[in-house]
């Protein structure tokens, strides 16, 4: 079976990297809100987690009650499974009460006065990441940020950067990489409806995410609704998504265009944004009233990103030191799997990560970026639709065919990775029998467990979460290989946030200023 590689550039390369393509590097960054009898939890980050502003492996996210595991890279995926399952272990054990909610849409919220905006110390850091948090809540309400997912941190072998092709001597090295992550992230884009498709897990919402558009969908139970072929309403209009948002246009032709548009959008003064009043209590601020307080406002499919570690603005480490990883922010939580994501599904990331590693396509046209759109916004609320049709240059085409048109192009890859395994070329498989029967993906799924089971989405939920955390609970520390790392981690961060708070040399102000130059 042949890939489609028409172009003598990507025969070559993939020649080249198939010796060393499956040394790619991996992280998981893992939302889920904490949960007390069905309602988010209004207790404070467990303190036995250590500081959620200093800790590596556990802080939060937007909430108090948001609880982000983060793993750092490996190149052994199952490692990197592995250690996020020990997190989870970690943290189970240390809540009282409590369950980790399975699913990305939040159980009913009647009031976002109970959605509690995480809270970092008295440190500068601190109060500059709250800061930045209350803004968010002023500009598009609290409700939409309690959605959970989960963010797959992937970064080619740093051994490709010795291939031909990206050894141009007159060329700066950081260019050359930066384009090669960003010819990636445009196939990303592209082909983005798949991974909404298959890993979508979001079909149900509850009534306050819906408002005057409930006529649109059907009722689940009393408190929540689905729509009948929906995969991610995580990523449709009703979910993280923002009407303003559509006034920014962000580049990714370049590295270059990418680090202006984000810096320009820091800059600028947003009419609605400045309408915001100042408060009394400066926690209770937006940091200004820019199109982004910071470039970490800006939503996206994916995101370029440094391995610089520092309090730096993403802006300034892509500067420095160019493109390190991207960062897929499409998954929703798969409520199938303990840690939110599993085995199938990174093996076939990594394959489908790699064909748009290697297929190169031309820089972003206005009507490319219309189609892009068009099929996101169809699949995220009718991707299992029989017979629907999505635009391919400007064609329409039916996912099917499509889909299994990308299947035919990655096998050939998946078999190259697998080596003398098939790990790879199964999870490939896997996924095509899901394109041609939508009944075996995960948002078929959840809504045919709701429906079976005779169970509302929210007794669902808390059923999934006691059963994790059940498990979790009869395991012996012995049996989580990472315990002593992630104890010791929590407390240093939190000997490391008192010393933050202790030694600010200058007043928050201050802190502000020299942030953002």
């Known amino acids: 079976m042949a890939i489609d590689f028409k172009n003598p550039m990507e025969k070559n390369l993939f020649s080249e990297v198939k010796g060393v393509i499956d040394s790619c590097k991996v992280g998981f960054e893992k939302e889920s809100l904490r949960v007390i009898n069905s309602a988010i939890s209004q207790n404070i980050h467990p303190e036995s987690l250590g500081s959620a502003l200093c800790n590596n492996y556990i802080t939060t996210d937007f909430s108090e009650a948001q609880t982000e595991l983060v793993t750092p890279p490996f190149h052994d995926k199952i490692q990197g499974l592995e250690f996020l399952e020990n997190i989870h272990h970690f943290v189970s054990c240390n809540l009282k009460d409590e369950i980790l909610w399975p699913f990305s849409m939040p159980p009913p919220i009647d009031d976002e006065k109970h959605i509690p905006i995480a809270n970092y110390g008295s440190s500068n850091l601190g109060l500059f990441k709250r800061r930045y948090r209350a803004g968010l809540s002023e500009r598009y309400g609290s409700l939409m940020q309690t959605i959970s997912g989960i963010h797959y941190n992937y970064s080619v072998p740093e051994s490709i950067?010795?291939?031909?092709?990206?050894?141009?001597?007159?060329?700066?090295?950081?260019?050359?990489?930066?384009?090669?992550?960003?010819?990636?992230?445009?196939?990303?884009?592209?082909?983005?409806?798949?991974?909404?498709?298959?890993?979508?897990?979001?079909?149900?919402?509850?009534?306050?995410?819906?408002?005057?558009d409930e006529k649109a969908f059907n009722q689940l139970d009393n408190e929540t609704l689905y729509l009948p072929y929906a995969t991610s309403l995580r990523m449709s209009n009703f979910g993280y998504q923002n009407t303003r948002r559509r006034k920014l246009e962000v580049s990714?032709?370049?590295?270059?265009?990418?680090v202006s548009d984000l810096s320009s959008a820091t800059k600028t003064s947003h009419p609605d944004f400045a309408k915001i009043h100042s408060k009394s209590n400066k926690l209770e601020t937006q940091i200004n009233e820019n199109v982004l307080q910071i470039e970490d406002e800006y939503y996206a499919i994916a995101?370029?990103?440094?391995?610089?570690?520092?309090?730096?603005?993403?802006?300034?480490?892509?500067?420095q030191g160019g493109v390190d990883f991207i960062e897929i922010r499409s998954l929703d939580l798969n409520p199938f799997s303990r840690i939110g994501i599993d085995e199938e599904t990174t093996f076939f990331l990594d394959v489908l990560l790699t064909y748009c590693f290697i297929k190169q396509r031309q820089h972003f046209t206005d009507n490319e970026m219309i189609n892009i759109n068009h099929n996101d916004a169809l699949v995220a609320k009718k991707g299992r639709e029989p017979s629907l049709e999505l635009l391919k240059d400007g064609e329409k085409i039916s996912l099917k065919d499509w889909g299994n048109e990308i299947i035919d192009n990655l096998l050939p890859i998946a078999t190259v990775l697998d080596s003398n395994k098939s790990q790879y070329t199964k999870a490939v498989s896997q996924m095509r029998d899901k394109i041609n029967d939508a009944n075996q993906t995960l948002s078929a799924r959840l809504l045919d467990k709701t429906a079976n089971n005779n169970m509302s989405f929210i007794e669902l939920g808390e059923s999934i979460g006691e059963e994790n955390k059940k498990h979790y609970l009869n395991l012996n520390q012995s049996e989580n290989d990472n315990w002593n790392l992630l104890e010791k981690e929590a407390i240093d961060s939190n000997t490391k946030q008192n010393e933050l708070e202790k030694n600010d040399g200058e007043s928050f102000e201050d802190f502000v200023e020299n942030y953002f130059k």
């Open 161 to 212: 950067w010795e291939c031909s092709l990206f050894k141009q001597t007159d060329i700066n090295p950081k260019i050359i990489r930066s384009d090669a992550y960003f010819n990636m992230m445009r196939n990303i884009y592209r082909i983005n409806w798949l991974i909404l498709y298959l890993f979508g897990a979001s079909p149900i919402v509850t009534r306050n995410f819906v408002y005057e």
């Open 252 to 258: 990714i032709n370049s590295i270059n265009e990418y």
């Open 303 to 319: 995101r370029a990103k440094s391995k610089i570690i520092s309090d730096q603005r993403t802006t300034s480490k892509l500067n």
